[in-house]
């Protein structure tokens, strides 16, 4: 039998699939003290973890790995789920296996990310280490821009939600015709009346991560790679007048590049990840960096795609189901 947390965007889409496909399954809470109680009797346990949820960021990896060293399959596991929402271990993962990661800088003393930042030349693109769909990042293209970030990153830091930045963009994204007058009227009261998660969570302070900000992309592409085996993905366009392609909603389903797919399942395979999406962009000689990656992301790109590829790099047109395909491979995994 599957456990399956009954929360996030993939948990209504796991049941469906278990329900089809005659696979036992029970939903239980992670964040009821009995948690490991409710799991009697279950080989399994499926939880899509949000990092914008406050009590799953706190929760959710420590109950998984405890799970997987008592014996119990997870998803995500260890491997997939560790540097989650963290693009400052992801760097260090990437380059600990010789992955094509665009060029990345982390500084953990204000001194030397200062005399970086005079040396270095322009621009550069600055982030936290969390976030998602462009938030916290910011394109530097002067060296005082670049001295400011870094004296507020050793200073009061930054806070995990910066309700002017949201507004701001949803204004840009009603403009462009992808949000709604009503969810710009929202973003104005996230102003005013902040997040659960940012309330919860302290500043993000004590470090400066930078990447290299590669020219003459005008997107990136997002590969999802699902069980070491199957992909699919999709261009994503950058913002009108911005460089950032995260959070566009403006999307190609195209034809994959194969340096990128090769990239992308060799990856997943190395680092043994049940789940994958990265983002990649392409260097001045055409070549795929990856940007960074995540177990989760979004759920409505994979109906739109005309098909998938397999890890011989075949392409198999039609619909397929990628959710599926999770709880397919863990059932698989605890009935060998």
């Known amino acids: 039998m599957i456990a399956i947390h009954n929360s996030g965007n993939f948990a209504p889409r796991w049941i469906a699939y278990c329900e089809a496909n005659n696979i036992s399954y029970k939903l239980v809470n992670c964040f009821d003290n009995n948690i490991v109680k409710q799991l009697e009797g279950c080989k399994a346990l499926m939880w899509h973890h949000h990092h914008n949820s406050y009590k799953d960021v706190i929760a959710a990896k420590r109950i998984l790995s405890a799970l997987q060293h008592a014996g119990i399959k997870v998803f995500p596991d260890f491997n997939t789920g560790w540097h989650f929402d963290d693009k400052v271990a992801q760097k260090y993962l990437l380059e600990a296996i010789g992955a094509p990661l665009v060029p990345s800088y982390v500084f953990y003393d204000k001194k030397e990310a200062i005399e970086w930042a005079n040396k270095t030349t322009y621009p550069k693109v600055f982030k936290l280490k969390g976030g998602a769909g462009s938030a916290n990042v910011k394109l530097v293209r002067t060296k005082s821009e670049c001295i400011k970030l870094i004296n507020k990153a050793f200073g009061k830091g930054f806070k995990q939600f910066d309700g002017m930045a949201y507004f701001l963009d949803s204004i840009k994204k009603y403009k462009s015709g992808t949000k709604s007058l009503k969810q710009v009227v929202k973003s ?12 919860n969570m302290p500043p993000e302070r004590g470090y400066a991560y930078f990447q290299e900000f590669i020219p003459n992309n005008d997107g990136d592409y997002r590969i999802i790679v699902i069980g070491q085996k199957y992909a699919y993905g999709m261009k994503r366009l950058n913002r009108k007048n911005d460089f950032r392609a995260s959070g566009s909603s403006s999307f190609l389903y195209e034809k994959l590049p194969d340096s990128m797919l090769e990239v992308a399942f060799d990856v997943a395979k190395t ?33 739109k795609c005309k098909g998938y590829w397999t890890d011989d790099l075949q392409f198999h047109p039609g619909s397929f189901n990628p959710y599926g395909w999770m709880v397919q491979n863990l059932y698989d995994s605890i009935i060998e």
């Open 188 to 199: 104005f009261g996230r102003m005013l009346i902040s997040t659960d998660y940012a309330k």
């Open 271 to 303: 680092l043994k990840l049940q789940s994958a999406a990265f983002d990649f962009i392409r260097d001045e000689d055409n070549k795929p960096l990856i940007i960074e990656m995540s177990y989760a992301f979004g759920t409505t790109g994979s109906s």
